[in-house]
């Protein structure tokens, strides 16, 4: 390898359901081991991939961001296309280019997205069934988004981590919440500036049993107060759960990802 070295970043797309989560497991598939020996296969070299956001096991992707380091000279097309043509059907580049040096996939990142879908119906489906929760009783879309409000603002969300968290604080700033109901499937949609460990899906959870409360609201508001995980609901499922975009400063030009039009919601977009 010669020349200098270039800072690419990428927009990753993945379905997580048969991978051990983002990071690269010694004995098992990982999102980052497919999609580094990919890039490192256009690249010439191998290459050492940072995202904005680990996922877990079975969680999936419309808008990871990744970045990593380079002295090949290609092209964002090149670099898309190239590494498509070694990944599994279920990850796939979405866009790809150079970035300023300073560009960091996690530092840089000002918000993130994640939605969460169920699937609301007596039968379960089968062709969601690693793509989304199943839930049989009646939701409440409407009290699960009054629920939510609750959590608009900076707060201490110790009762929405998981206990294997390792943030030194569990301080975060919810920006929007939103839940929405489109036929069969309740979509839940949290941005915040970072999030927990097993936030997103504990949140899911406890909304689960507050939109049965007289007070939805007051419900949400008395489990974020308590800072308790024992106050909060189940963590819910993994499969329902999408890293939906990443934000940065519109200096790095880092495009928003686009969800396909098929198969998923439009009604929170």
Request: with cysteine; hydrophobic share 50%; charged share 20%.
């Amino acid at each position: 390898m010669s020349g200098a070295r270039r800072r690419v970043a990428a927009v990753v797309e993945y379905d997580g359901s048969a991978y051990a989560g983002w990071q690269f497991q010694a004995h098992a598939p990982s999102i980052q081991e497919a999609v580094q020996r990919a890039l490192g296969f256009v690249a010439g070299h191998a290459v050492d991939v940072v995202c904005a956001g680990r996922t877990d096991a079975g969680v999936h992707a419309v808008g990871q961001v990744v970045h990593f380091e380079t002295p090949a000279q290609r092209t964002g097309r090149a670099w898309v296309l190239g590494a498509n043509t070694r990944l599994p059907r279920s990850i796939a580049l979405q866009w790809a280019g150079e970035v300023d040096p300073g560009f960091h996939a996690r530092y840089s990142a000002i918000r993130r997205t994640y939605r969460y879908c169920i699937v609301n119906r007596s039968a379960r489906s089968a062709l969601a069934a690693a793509r989304a929760a199943w839930i049989h009783r009646p939701l409440d879309a409407e009290a699960m988004d009054r629920a939510v409000q609750a959590l608009l603002g900076e707060h201490d969300f110790s009762a929405f981590r998981a206990a294997e968290c390792q943030s030194a604080s569990a301080v975060r700033r919810v920006e929007s919440a939103r839940v929405a109901r489109d036929g069969d499937c309740v979509w839940i949609e949290l941005a915040a500036n970072a999030f927990l460990h097993h936030m997103v899906r504990n949140i899911v959870g406890t909304l689960l049993e507050a939109q049965a409360a007289a007070d939805p609201f007051a419900a949400m508001a008395a489990v974020l107060a308590a800072r308790n995980r024992n106050a909060a609901g189940m963590t819910a499922p993994a499969a329902g759960l999408y890293l939906w975009r990443v934000d940065y400063p519109p200096a790095f030009a880092i495009p928003a990802a686009r969800a396909a039009a098929c198969g998923f919601a439009s009604v929170l977009v």
